[in-house]
């Protein structure tokens, strides 16, 4: 089978990146034909369709300039560059399946329509909760929040909740491009929507995904390359991004509060000095 994997980064940026690049070397191990697709980064992996690429956005920081800034939102909501590189990489690639991870944003859903005209199936691995949420994180100023999830077309919800870094504006593009995309069903094209957790899988449902596309497929490690040790542990361990929606700060306050208890926090993210400062308060 012929398999073109698509990302927004082609490299170990994040799980989904990392998810992607494992599954499609077990799959090659298989032997199956696989290649990617992504925008354009000196970081990148070799690939072959490189030089097809689109070019590099830049979100953050946000560009100069109110024309740069119109035109990134424009990028954000529909990339007809992209779609186009796309259409040019399939038509030589010629996949039988197109596998969609992290997508939104520098590529933006655009990219389906090329794929539904030559009718190629899709389907997407969801990492996040960005179909149902604009903000991804199901959180707001003040905590949980699913709002927008099951909500009609037209979302003001975070403008009004300020969900993207407490900033109307950012608030409000997020909330403009969430918006045109459902009005478009612009999503529809993808046949199975692969949630790696119960719980996601039943978020999407709950915001309007037939629950017949909606497949629960948890995420795999390499087993073989874990040395199992059996006994008492020696702590607790968290393994992950470093940013705020993960729950970091509670893991480091509720150890702090255990006697002789031991936190070991494995990754890193933009929240890693606030954690650094907070461990040793707490210790």
Same mark, same amino acid.
């Given at each position: 089978?012929?398999?073109?994997?698509?990302?927004?980064?082609?490299?170990?940026?994040?799980?989904? #990146?990392?998810?992607?690049?494992?599954?499609?070397?077990?799959?090659?191990?298989?032997?199956?034909?696989?290649?990617?697709?992504?925008?354009?980064?000196?970081?990148?992996?070799?690939?072959?369709?490189?030089?097809?690429?689109?070019?590099?956005?830049?979100?953050?920081?946000?560009?100069?300039?109110?024309?740069?800034?119109?035109?990134?939102?424009?990028?954000?909501?529909?990339?007809?560059?992209?779609?186009?590189?796309?259409?040019?990489?399939?038509?030589?690639?010629?996949?039988?399946?197109?596998?969609?991870?992290?997508?939104?944003?520098?590529?933006?859903?655009?990219?389906?329509?090329?794929?539904?005209?030559?009718?190629?199936?899709?389907?997407?691995?969801?990492?996040?909760?960005?179909?149902?949420?604009?903000?991804?994180?199901?959180?707001?100023?003040?905590?949980?929040?699913?709002?927008?999830?099951?909500?009609?077309?037209?979302?003001?919800? $975070?403008?009004?909740?300020?969900?993207?870094?407490?900033?109307?504006?950012?608030?409000?593009?997020?909330?403009?491009?969430?918006?045109?995309?459902?009005?478009?069903?612009?999503?529809? $094209?993808?046949?199975?929507?692969?949630?790696?957790?119960?719980?996601?899988?039943?978020?999407?449902?709950?915001?309007?995904?037939?629950?017949?596309?909606?497949?629960?497929?948890?995420?795999?490690?390499? =087993?073989?390359?874990?040395? #199992?040790?059996?006994?008492?542990?020696?702590?607790?361990?968290?393994?992950?991004?470093?940013?705020?929606?993960?729950?970091?700060?509670?893991?480091?306050?509720?150890?702090?509060?255990?006697?002789?208890?031991?936190?070991?926090?494995?990754?890193?993210? $933009?929240?890693?000095?606030?954690?650094? =400062?907070?461990?040793?308060?707490?210790?």
């Amino acid at each position: 089978m012929r398999i073109l994997h698509v990302d927004k980064f082609l490299r170990r940026q994040g799980g989904a #990146a990392g998810y992607m690049l494992d599954v499609a070397a077990l799959q090659r191990r298989a032997g199956h034909d696989v290649d990617f697709f992504a925008m354009q980064h000196p970081a990148n992996l070799p690939a072959t369709y490189e030089d097809q690429f689109p070019p590099f956005v830049q979100l953050d920081p946000p560009p100069r300039g109110a024309l740069a800034r119109a035109g990134t939102v424009a990028t954000m909501v529909w990339s007809g560059r992209a779609a186009r590189c796309l259409a040019e990489v399939v038509d030589d690639f010629r996949p039988d399946v197109v596998h969609l991870h992290n997508v939104y944003h520098q590529l933006s859903p655009s990219i389906l329509r090329p794929l539904q005209r030559r009718g190629i199936p899709v389907v997407m691995t969801v990492h996040d909760y960005k179909l149902v949420c604009p903000s991804y994180r199901l959180l707001d100023q003040d905590g949980l929040c699913d709002a927008c999830v099951g909500a009609g077309p037209l979302l003001t919800a $975070p403008v009004r909740r300020r969900c993207k870094d407490g900033s109307i504006g950012a608030s409000a593009v997020l909330a403009l491009e969430s918006s045109l995309h459902r009005l478009l069903g612009a999503w529809r $094209p993808v046949s199975r929507f692969i949630a790696p957790s119960a719980f996601l899988a039943s978020t999407l449902r709950r915001g309007g995904f037939p629950a017949d596309e909606v497949v629960h497929l948890p995420n795999f490690v390499d =087993a073989d390359a874990i040395e #199992a040790r059996h006994g008492p542990g020696e702590g607790f361990v968290f393994v992950g991004r470093l940013s705020g929606e993960k729950g970091v700060d509670i893991a480091v306050r509720a150890v702090g509060q255990l006697p002789g208890a031991r936190l070991t926090v494995a990754g890193d993210g $933009p929240e890693r000095a606030a954690l650094e =400062a907070l461990a040793e308060d707490v210790a």
